[in-house]
């Protein structure tokens, strides 16, 4: 597996309520791995709360309300997922290509964990993952794109044991 850079730092957010970084980092590696990345990536992972993400939600999309989970990929992709060409994007500095941010509601992920009745884990490794494939152009805004999408998260969800 290559070793990827992913930076998850915590705002204003209270201990109790903070979100595993280790396990987001881990969820970042193996889901880039399973989706064929063969170069070193930087991903920034931002773990906050309801109110900042709302902030930002409302800023960039234009949507004045919460979510779970945001995306903001450094590149657009005409076909979803890893290419080779993704090579050309590494940063001289780094030796790294930067993919781009997600921003997680450490909130409402853990009021989504017991919505869903899972573990705080399993929210937090399933959103990581659904951002990593919109970090590589995925999305499911409609049923053929969202079937794919949602085979690749379960695909990922099983290599790292929360599905069977």
Avoid at 83 to 105: A, F, Y
Avoid at 120 to 132: G, K
């Amino acid at each position: 597996m290559i070793k990827h850079k992913v930076i998850a730092r915590h705002k204003l957010v209270k201990t109790r309520g903070r979100l595993h970084a280790l396990l987001i980092k881990n969820c970042v590696d193996v889901a880039l791995d399973c989706l064929g990345a063969d170069a070193p990536c930087e991903v920034s992972v931002l773990i906050t709360g309801d109110r900042i993400v709302q902030k930002i939600n409302k800023e960039f999309r234009g949507i004045d309300r919460t979510t779970d989970v945001l995306s903001f990929p450094m590149h657009e992709f005409s076909i979803p997922g890893w290419t080779r060409r993704m090579r050309h994007e590494t940063d001289p500095e780094s030796g790294l290509i930067p993919l781009g941010e997600i921003v997680l509601s450490a909130e409402k992920v853990a009021r989504q964990a017991r919505k869903f009745r899972h573990s705080l884990e399993q929210e937090t490794a399933y959103l990581t993952i659904h951002s990593v494939l919109h970090l590589l152009g995925y999305d499911h805004m409609d049923a053929a794109r969202k079937k794919q999408m949602r085979a690749y998260e379960n695909l990922i969800m099983r290599e790292l044991g929360f599905l069977k």
